[in-house]
């Protein structure tokens, strides 16, 4: 390998975890495509994340509201505050970690180490994106407002959590879990039992998921010192995943259970979890491409139990007309 290569810097200012040939690269007008990368719009993997707690809580709430499917007009700000929000999560995390990203072969490439942006841009970038965020935000009730507003101190303690703890990837999950929350004050003005049992399903599924992620990282971390789950469980990541997937299912199927979800709801509640089964299964921690494999394949895992709340809410209007 080439030095240039192996400090991933590579053509064009392309990102080294990026899939080749996506569409920033494809179609972004040259000039913005820095900032696309800050965004993360090229690795859209993170933002569904971000958006399955909120459109399950979206469909939860639609079960549970007699309704035939959620809100339209809530599952796309939905949808758009996912992208926002996890482009100003990316570029915020990348503005605190940009000595980090430096030292690691995989982060050497983004906008701020690699020198395609600036420290002072990408907090400009920053504040344009909070902007549109607090606009989607807006939209909704003021219960919502609220709570949706009070997210934003986990996400500000997030990049600094892998620096004092092992477990950054529960952090992580208050973070990207909120939308559980989210989801449900849009559709009735308050918390209950069902989206809060949601909110730590969801937490439990994040600290599986990213944890396969951190794997990729984990040598790299260990030479200068970031903690993760990766490293705390080593040798013993299969389980702990295989534990942390099972209790998103437990308590998935509790809030189903609150809120008297039907089969269809359980049905992909189940095919939920024989997605987390097979990660589990087929992990290899030594492989990062496998690591990097698996993680992306939580896009698809979460569409099953939102498939099956959809089914659930849609049957349950037509049988009672």
């Known amino acids: 390998?080439?030095?240039?290569?192996?400090?991933?810097?590579?053509?064009?200012?392309?990102?080294?975890?990026?899939?080749?040939?996506?569409?920033?690269?494809?179609?972004?007008?040259?000039?913005?495509?820095p900032y696309a990368r800050l965004a993360r719009l090229d690795r859209p993997i993170g933002w569904w994340l971000l958006l399955w707690p909120c459109w399950w809580s979206a469909a939860l709430a639609a079960v549970a509201g007699g309704e035939p499917w959620p809100n339209p007009w809530h599952i796309v700000l939905f949808l758009v505050g996912a992208v926002t929000m996890r482009g100003a999560g990316c570029t915020y995390n990348d503005i605190l970690d940009r000595d980090f990203d430096a030292r690691v072969r995989r982060t050497r490439s983004r906008p701020i180490p690699s020198g395609q942006v600036t420290v002072f841009a990408a907090w400009v970038f920053l504040a344009l994106q909070l902007v549109v965020g607090l606009v989607v935000l807006l939209q909704f009730n003021t219960a919502t407002i609220l709570t949706g507003a009070a997210s934003l101190v986990v996400v500000a303690a997030y990049p600094l959590a892998k620096r004092v703890t092992d477990w950054p990837q529960l952090v992580l999950g208050f973070a990207f879990s909120w939308g559980a929350l989210v989801g449900w004050t849009a559709a009735f003005g308050r918390l209950d039992v069902a989206p809060v049992?949601?909110?730590?399903?969801?937490?439990?599924w994040t600290i599986g998921y990213d944890t396969i992620y951190a794997h990729q990282d984990r040598e790299d971390d260990e030479i200068i010192g970031v903690r993760s789950t990766a490293r705390l469980f080593g040798g013993r990541t299969r389980?702990?995943?295989?534990?942390?997937f099972a209790l998103a299912v437990v308590l998935m199927g509790a809030a189903f259970v609150v809120v008297d979800a039907g089969l269809f709801a359980f049905a992909g509640l189940a095919a939920f979890a024989g997605h987390c089964a097979w990660q589990v299964a087929t992990l290899d921690t030594a492989d990062p491409d496998r690591c990097l494999m698996l993680f992306r394949s939580n896009r698809v895992a979460g569409w099953l139990p939102f498939i099956g709340l959809l089914a659930d809410s849609g049957l349950a209007a037509l049988i009672h007309g």
């Open 239 to 244: 389980p702990a995943i295989a534990i942390a």
């Open 1 to 33: 390998m080439n030095d240039q290569a192996d400090h991933g810097t590579v053509n064009h200012g392309t990102v080294a975890d990026a899939a080749p040939g996506n569409w920033v690269d494809r179609y972004m007008p040259r000039p913005l495509r």
């Open 197 to 204: 049992l949601l909110y730590v399903a969801a937490i439990a």
